[in-house]
């Protein structure tokens, strides 16, 4: 069965350019989470939506992230003016129910490098 | 704000030996536990989940896990490893109603065959 699917799978950005990464959850999950993964160290929070509705950002380290959800499915991670320190794995994972007690699929990730 | 500590980045072991990975959090709430695992090359999946009943959480391919509240600790366990159990071990907590999960740093484990 298909799993959550991420574009690209590989990213080189200029310093300074946008990048747009791409999350294709599971079908009918109602939860969507992006974490950021620097490199060895465990995955962090960025941001959380219910159907379409962005219901926690507390974890985009600037205002140069947004993430979008507009028709409650696909989800798009878009970084402006990329920094060198923006550089992670970027993880998306979706749950079939609203909060916690559903488990959290992850997609392979979107290596970021900014050069 | 939660954390989650995993005391060894690096673990490595023989074919059949016992494996206990350590994971401390740090929050005076309520919480739900997770252990994830990626093998090489493959996505993050959920090895056990606690959220409450018998401390002791069995997964799948005989791993276990121990919460122990008075310590803020959820290690995990399993009596033999075995080659195919090379991965990076990852454990995981959310707070109770909560929708974010906060992650320790990881434990790479090798095993040799």
């Known amino acids: 069965g298909a799993g959550v699917s991420q574009s690209p799978r590989y990213k080189v950005a200029k310093r300074g350019q946008d990048v747009a990464l791409r999350c294709d959850p599971i079908?009918?999950?109602?939860?969507l989470f992006w974490y950021q993964q620097a490199l060895g160290q465990g995955p962090e929070f960025l941001t959380y939506f219910q159907n379409e509705a962005q219901l926690d950002k507390s974890g985009l380290p600037s205002d140069r992230f947004f993430a979008e959800r507009p028709e409650g499915s696909v989800s798009t991670l878009k970084i402006q003016r990329t920094q060198q320190e923006d550089s992670a794995v970027y993880l998306c994972a979706s749950s079939s129910v609203g909060f916690v007690r559903g488990e959290q699929y992850f997609g392979p990730g979107t290596r970021l490098t900014v050069t | 704000a939660q954390s989650v500590s995993q005391h060894n980045h690096h673990v490595i072991l023989s074919e059949a030996a016992s494996l206990e990975l350590g994971c401390n959090y740090s929050?005076?709430?309520?919480?739900?536990l997770f252990w994830y695992v990626q093998y090489p090359g493959q996505h993050l999946q959920l090895l056990l989940k606690y959220f409450s009943g018998d401390p002791l959480v069995k997964g799948i391919k005989g791993f276990e896990a121990e919460f122990i509240k008075s310590k803020f600790s959820f290690n995990l366990r399993k009596p033999s490893v075995q080659w195919s159990d090379t991965a990076e071990y990852f454990c995981a907590v959310m707070r109770e109603y909560g929708n974010k999960l906060v992650f320790g740093a990881g434990t790479i484990l090798r095993v040799k065959s």
């Open positions: 929050y005076g709430g309520t919480v739900n």
């Open positions: 079908s009918g999950h109602v939860s």
